[in-house]
């Protein structure tokens, strides 16, 4: 079987749930762990289930067959250093730095095959994958912070700034490579695109150029700080903008402030996680609303009242109806949380009754005579 073009989307070990370094054994103990949970004569009926035993099957026939397996690797290489299906030749925009590996073009007549086994079996191929350090332009990593927020903080959204220490753009010569004072020059051979044109018959290619790896660039000075690659591994802060009403636990991303990319590759993102703190008085319900405890007497919750309570922007006046019970809870509207979008949440105010925990000989004389006076017994639906 020639390389199929569904190899570009599959994600064969993912089928299987093994690691792309996964031994043939282990392969192969997935495989049949996974076709007999899906087979079709176990599961009559359940479509899913017959989806996934195809899904299963066709990985198993790649990824169980050493040689198609090998290929299979190849085609996945290729695709994680920037290849895609695609069709433009080189000098074509959007053709620049940050491209790390050759393009192709389909022809769904066929033809792949043989297409990918000129590249894979072209002695350059070859070299640029095991020969000399990779030159080309490479992708900063994703970097993960921690971010600790008060309560009212991230009600209210906020911007702060996270300590990372990553791969960030040399502070010597700026992120270029290049000793100050020199620089960056455009590559002869390519033309400052990075790709070189290679004419295989009927398709039209790309390779990443040899010279300048797919920079675009040489350096004939290279920065002695970072030797050329630009990147230094230091501490930097990062400004964060934290939306309102953000959650604990919630992940927030900052686009493009991961660790710096090498040989003028994009930076990668950095993943904030927040955590928030408690408030004495306000809690937090779904993503908008707020809430809080408020506590009355046996008086104002027999005869009704009005109540001051606390909101984050100022008391607001509360109404406590007559014959209000311990627990119930009550609606202020707008009060919660603003988020950047949508609608404004509420604040859930909950009503406790509080006894006092010692009387005087006069209060307990007044409260005896209530207590006279209210003879309905509240157990009486509990049937005891
Ligand atoms: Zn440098
Ligand atoms: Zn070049």
Known sequence: ????????????????????????????????????????????????????????????EVLGDADK?????????????????????????????GFGGATFHFDDGGGLGDLLGNLFGG?????????????GPVRG?????????????????????????????????GGSGAEPGTFPQP????????????????????????????????????????????VERRRRDVKVRIPAGVRDGQRIRVKGRGAAGRNGGPPGDLFVRVHVGDHPLFGRQGKTNLTVTVPVTFP???????VKVPTLDGPV????????????????????????????GDLLVTFDVVVPRALTDEQRAAVTALAEQLSENPRERLGV
């Open 1 to 60: 079987m020639a390389p199929q073009r569904e190899w570009l989307e599959k994600d064969y070990y993912a089928v299987l749930g093994v690691e792309p370094g996964a031994s043939d054994r282990e392969v192969q103990r997935a495989y049949r762990r996974l076709a007999k949970a899906n087979h079709p004569d176990a599961n009559a009926g359940d479509a899913a289930a017959e989806e996934r035993f195809k899904e299963i099957s066709a990985a198993h």
């Open 69 to 97: 397996r090998k290929e299979y690797d190849q085609v996945r290489e290729m695709v994680a250093s920037g290849v895609g299906p695609g069709s433009f030749g080189a000098g074509d925009a959007g053709f620049g730095p």
């Open 123 to 135: 002695a350059r191929a070859g070299t640029r994958r095991r020969g000399r350090a990779p030159t």
């Open 141 to 173: 990593a994703d970097l993960e912070a921690e971010l600790h927020l008060d309560f009212v903080d991230a009600v209210h959204g906020i911007t702060t700034s996270v300590g990372v220490t990553s791969d960030a753009p040399c502070s010597v010569c």
């Open 187 to 230: 590559c002869a051979t390519c033309g400052g695109t990075g790709a070189v044109a290679v004419d295989q018959g009927p398709f039209s290619f790309s390779e990443v150029c040899p010279t300048c790896g797919g920079r675009g660039e040489v350096i004939e000075h290279r920065c002695k700080k970072c030797r050329g690659t630009g």
């Open 300 to 306: 104002e919750a027999a005869l009704g009242t009005q």
């Open 317 to 344: 006046t509360v109404k406590v109806p007559a014959g209000t019970q311990a627990g119930k809870t009550v609606r202020v509207r707008g009060r919660g949380i603003h988020p950047a979008r949508g609608d404004a």
